[in-house]
């Protein structure tokens, strides 16, 4: 069927005024996006990437499309959720604005191909792009909050799980490991969900030990292994490059081996003995200080780690420690766990 003339223009019309809508939504997402990678993260290679992107979007720009603009009589500017108008941290302002771009680059890719035949390709490929800049932004994103976290939380099972956790992360903790050995799946999840989301509005890392699954099923930041456990290179198989995969060591031969296998962090420990690691003889400061010699990626000391022996520990060459019954078990775990931090920060301002 062949369309009149008029319809045909109208329709072509119709079309520049949604490319062109989509081509100005894509471009703000992006330089949002580009500004937190230049200022935020000092980092020059995201940064320029987004600024590739955004170039190659504008060159799609077009006069025509301009020229069919009509703000006024655009029925959707008076249109807001109220999920647009608040922002609770710097992951949910990137990933709202992520989602913005994706959903725009797709409206181009397909009414571009009313446009030009290979407008549809090309923002096809943009798209992609796109997928691989979110993922590797999270991805350093984690690491680089990895990198500036100095205590470990380890959960163990309590009543109060969730207002101690709170409290935690109320005094300054950045990074969450849960750790339930003995519950079933159906409350690990629901206990998960709830902590990740918790870990996530204070701006915290969250880790699901052991189980890559579970990890997977509530969007964890990553999984903490084992020796006996599933090898590392599978984890990251299944997790993919932009998540984290730590390793409990006990002796050097165990943390080369986290290390070559490609974790982005282990444990080193049980430094004093502890109820948490039954049957597993106690490493002693000797060992934290061999890894403080010889771990080219971060590392916490771990095992029986109180207030009364952190000094120790610090003073063998840790510079990070992970807990579990001194902050669990403590009467105030947001003073405690000021108490830790002030301790590794003030190291780290010594050296």
């Given at each position: 069927m062949v369309e009149p003339y008029s319809q045909t223009e109208e329709i072509q019309h119709v079309v520049y005024r949604i490319l062109d809508a989509n081509l100005d939504r894509a471009r703000e997402g992006l330089r949002i996006i580009e500004e937190w990678c230049r200022f935020g993260l000092n980092n020059a290679q995201l940064t320029l990437e987004c600024k590739h992107l955004r170039q190659d979007v504008a060159s799609w720009h077009t006069a025509q499309m301009r020229a069919a603009r009509d703000t006024m009589g655009d029925a959707g500017t008076e249109l807001s959720h109220p999920q647009e108008e608040q922002r609770t941290n710097i992951k949910s302002l990137l990933q709202a604005?992520?989602?913005?771009?994706?959903?725009?680059?797709?409206?181009?890719?397909?009414?571009?191909?009313?446009?030009?035949?290979?407008?549809?390709?090309?923002?096809?490929?943009?798209?992609?792009?796109?997928?691989?800049?979110?993922?590797?932004?999270?991805?350093?994103?984690?690491?680089?909050?990895?990198?500036?976290?100095?205590?470990?939380?380890?959960?163990?099972?309590?009543?109060?799980?969730?207002?101690?956790?709170?409290?935690?992360?109320?005094?300054?903790?950045?990074?969450?490991?849960y750790r339930d050995k003995i519950g079933d799946d159906t409350v690990r999840l629901e206990q998960a969900m709830k902590l990740r989301q918790l870990c996530h509005s204070y701006g915290a890392l969250f880790i699901m030990n052991d189980r890559v699954d579970l990890a997977l099923a509530v969007d964890a930041d990553g999984v903490h292994l084992g020796q006996q456990d599933m090898p590392i290179a599978i984890a990251r198989q299944l997790l993919g490059p932009q998540r984290l995969i730590g390793r409990s060591t006990t002796n050097s031969k165990e943390m080369q081996g986290a290390i070559t296998d490609g974790a982005d962090y282990i444990g080193v420990g049980p430094v004093y003995e502890t109820p948490t690691k039954v049957g597993k003889a106690a490493t002693g400061v000797e060992y934290v200080s061999y890894a403080a010699k010889n771990s080219p990626i971060p590392w916490f000391a771990i095992g029986g780690i109180d207030p009364n022996n952190i000094n120790e520990v610090i003073d063998a060459g840790a510079e990070r420690v992970a807990v579990v019954r001194s902050l669990m078990e403590a009467e105030q775990p947001t003073l405690v766990t000021q108490y830790f931090l002030s301790q590794l920060y003030r190291v780290k301002a010594n050296v």
């Open positions: 604005n992520f989602g913005r771009v994706q959903e725009a680059m797709r409206v181009l890719e397909e009414y571009g191909k009313l446009s030009h035949p290979n407008m549809g390709k090309a923002f096809k490929q943009m798209r992609y792009r796109v997928y691989t800049l979110e993922s590797t932004l999270l991805g350093y994103q984690r690491h680089q909050l990895l990198l500036r976290s100095r205590l470990y939380l380890v959960t163990s099972q309590s009543e109060s799980l969730l207002s101690t956790v709170e409290a935690a992360l109320k005094g300054g903790l950045t990074l969450l490991q």
